[in-house]
C-alpha cells in the first residue's frame, strides 16, 4: 500500500513540476518546426562546393507557402521554387532528406550533354572557377585535384559547380 502511495505522489509531483510545465513550449517549438522553420544537416555532397555534406541548412517553410502544423495541408500559398533556388525534398525511394537545386519548372526540357546543362534547347552559360573560390577551398586537396569547377548561369541566379569527370555519373541524358 506504501508502495503504491509514493508511486501516485511521485507521479503526481513529476506531472506538476515537469511534465505539464514544458508540454505547451514543447508544443509550440514542435509546431513551429513543423510549419514555419527548420535546420537539417546536409546528407551527400551533390551541391559541392556551394554545400558540403554535413553542413548545416536553415530552412524557411514559409518561403512558398503556409502549412498546417503537423500535416501537408496548405493554409495559404504565394510562390512556387523558381530556377535556382535549393530545396529541401523527400526522395521517392526511401524518403530520405534531399537538399538540391531546381533547375527546371514544369514543362521545362532539361538535357546534359557532355556535363553541359541544356534547358530549352539553349546551352547555359558556365565560366571558370578559381579553385582559390570561396567553397572551393573548403575541399580537400585530393577533391580539388580531381575535379574541374565553374560558375552556371541558370535563369537569373549564378552558383558554383563542381566536375567529377574521375568518378561514374551520367554525363549526357535528356532528349
Partial sequence: MKTALLFRRAARFLWRE????????LLAIAAAKSAFADINYV??????????????VFINKLAYDLRVPFTF??????????????????SPQDGTRLVKRVA?????TLEMRDDVLYLNGARQSYAPLEPTSAGV????????????FAREQLGQRSHAV??????????SFGP
Avoid at 559541392?48 to 553542413?55: M, N, Q
Avoid at 527546371?104 to 521545362?108: H, I
Avoid at 577551398?137 to 574541374?148: F, G, I, N, S
Avoid at 563542381?162 to 554525363?171: F, H, L, N, V, Y
Fill in 162 to 171: 563542381m566536375i567529377t569527370p574521375g568518378r561514374p555519373a551520367m554525363r
Fill in 104 to 108: 527546371a519548372l514544369p514543362g521545362d
Fill in 137 to 148: 577551398e573548403d575541399l580537400a586537396a585530393a577533391e580539388r585535384a580531381a575535379a574541374r
Fill in 43 to 56: 546528407p551527400s555532397g551533390s551541391m559541392k562546393p556551394t554545400i558540403l555534406e554535413g553542413d548545416v
Fill in 73 to 90: 495541408a496548405r493554409a495559404a500559398h504565394w510562390s512556387d521554387p523558381a530556377r535556382g533556388d535549393i530545396v529541401v525534398c523527400f
Fill in 18 to 25: 515537469w511534465i505539464r510545465p514544458l508540454a505547451l513550449p
